[in-house]
DNA sequence: AATAACAAACGTTTAAATGACGTTTATTAA
DNA sequence: TTAATAAACGTCATTTAAACGTTTGTTATT
């Protein structure tokens, strides 16, 4: 089934999770390890992005989508594809070129960056076998090859993005309280809004359906629960062309 | 100074080009011809993007912009790398493995397209060795390869990013009036504007700043010109964070 | 030199959305 | 019972948007 790869082309996946509960949106990232030949020195010690060449007869939206099915089981997340990586000395520092050898990659290496959203618990990380890892977005470890730059990038669009796509969603679980959103809308954005001017202007989408549940567990208030109706979104939506320069 | 190429990487270019007379966005397209050995048959007869594959030791930057060089003369100009494109059917019509054949291309080819922003007018196709034309993007011609998606993708994320970011100022003379601003966006988007409310809320902006100047040669009342402060957009610019979904 | 034609430019009114707050309510823990 | 607290609701002033009507300045025509 597995077909000659393409040597000098890869995808890489910034897989972003946000976690309601810490309201942080994380980054999941595999260990990169590499010692001397007699084992007296550490050569290379930091994180990585997963990524992976992309086979001969294979599309890049499903390189992206394999590779993230490999590293956390799941296929159906939200994924976009959003720039492309490669400038020929991309991966020319000195720890990047002694792991290129160890893995015997090429030098010049295109990358198609994708990114994807979901939740942080959704992924199991037991018995993950890359030994992955998830990392706040806003205090993100040592990162091999150009990876900080390309986390970076994606966070970037994801922040543009949310602002005018109901992709909050894809972060937060199904059913959700209105400070939930609120929390993910100001994690993500590092901006602070008005709970009760937020709150209204939520609960008036047409596509936030109330649902006859509330929170348990919870040792205040129990706040109602929401749903988002992506068909009710769809449906309702003609696009409004409102020019905000 | 001429390096070897990668032979499985390539750029393409969606130049758009506004003509503010005819309120139409164009796209720069070359003509692709091949006749049969005996020259009794024209097998391919269409337009494709400029493009061309990328040099060992050049950044996609530069490959994109050297290309937009040789086809125009310009490298100042508004560029965005939109998306890559690769699959690996994507050039495998009968006219285009023709082509491919002629011009030994390898058939998997990775494309990184970019879309550029410019003045029709700015460009001189007298002389253009490629034989290139514009073309409407409402309106345009049979294309070779997969680049009629090329040129939709780039279009939408046009229309998507004009509405957030002054770009519509790329695409207009340098001293503009009031309506021609308005006829640009009704063109690209595909919308009517209230011309008295669009007027006020442009006349508004602090970046939008009016001259001394008129029209001339124009055979009604003149209309008053204004230039885009580009300086003053980023300077009075606290990004908005309107939650616009 | 008066006037018709017409786009440019300005103005008005109403409704809706936003921003900045204050108050009440439902629940748990003490 | 009550204190504490987050959830939920309410109010008002301001800004922005939408839908129109009116005046002005210029050129072309009489």
Redesign the pocket.
Known sequence: MESKIIQNLSVDCVVFGYDTNTKSLNALLIKRYLESEDKSEILVDDHVLTGYHVYQDETLDNAATRVLKELTGLTQQYKKQFKAFGDPDRLTNAKDLLWIENEKFDKRTVTIAYYFLLKTEDVDLKNNKYDAKWFPVKDLPELGFDHKQIINEAYGDLKTKCLVEPIIFELLPDKF???EVQDAYQSILGIEI????F???L?NKKYIIPLDE?QFG???????LYMFSKDVYEKMFQKNY?I?I
Request: overall charge positive; cysteine-free.
């Open positions: 309280t209105i400070n008005d709970n009760r001017n709150r209204r202007k609960i509330k919870v040792s205040k208030k129990p706040a109602k409102l905000n």
